[in-house]
């Protein structure tokens, strides 16, 4: 079992509905992100947390809400979504961001916005 | 010039082959250097991180050059399961400084 969990794994949404995405570790991990990866495009950051505090919003649209309850879960609420919203999201942690080692990755989940 | 640039590839290869990536930044503050490995529909992992000195884990060997802003990544005796996308990490200062690269296709073939 992955120490990231990430849930669902597929999503499909129209442009008026309201999801959200969970993100769980198991690795005692301090930090957590939301990363877009689109197809054939770098990752792309979207939100770091550091100790349930949001460290960097990256430019990211309002229709995506993040919310960091605790060190171990991490929520990507979704509304109003574009058909360019569509891509594989990604969530991470890492130990900590002071230092950054390995970040372990989530399986994802695939977003399909019709 | 953007952050990482990788060739995208994708690099088709035969079984037995060694093969070389780079992978340049531009960054010249960049801290700390890493490749992740990402199957197809799969999540990125760690492959090996990159020191200043060089460093070897078994068939695959990284290398840093900081004068020219590039890191490699050498595979020896390709195998049909290294087929997968090679991304490229560099980090500045915190984990909200890491930039990855959009990665190098390699299919390794029998």
């Known amino acids: 079992e992955t120490g990231v969990t990430q849930t669902p794994r597929h999503l499909v949404m129209g442009m008026t509905n309201k999801k959200s995405l969970k993100c769980e570790q198991h690795l005692g991990h301090n930090a957590m992100y939301w990363y877009k990866q689109s197809a054939k495009k770098p990752l792309e950051l979207m939100f770091v947390y550091n100790f349930k505090e949001q460290t960097e919003n990256n430019s990211v649209p309002s229709r995506f809400s993040p919310e960091c309850p605790n060190s171990s879960h991490l929520f990507l609420h979704l509304h109003t979504l574009q058909p360019e919203d569509s891509a594989l999201y990604l969530c991470?942690?890492?130990?900590?961001?002071?230092?950054?080692?390995?970040?372990?990755f989530g399986q994802g989940t695939r977003l399909t916005v019709v | 010039r953007k952050e990482v640039e990788q060739d995208p590839g994708p690099f088709n290869v035969p079984e037995g082959a060694t093969v070389a990536f780079n992978c340049t930044y531009s960054?010249?503050?960049?801290?700390?250097f890493f490749w992740y490995r990402q199957d197809c529909r799969k999540e990125p992992k760690l492959l090996m991180s990159v020191y200043s000195s060089g460093n070897e884990d078994g068939r695959f060997t990284a290398q840093l050059n900081r004068a020219s802003q590039y890191i490699s990544l050498l595979i020896r005796d390709s195998k049909l399961s290294d087929s997968a996308t090679y991304l490229c990490v560099v980090n500045g200062t915190g984990g909200f400084k890491t930039i990855f690269g959009a990665g190098t296709r390699l299919f390794v073939k029998a």
């Open positions: 991470a942690s890492s130990q900590a961001i002071s230092v950054w080692t390995e970040a372990f």
């Open positions: 960054n010249s503050a960049s801290q700390s």
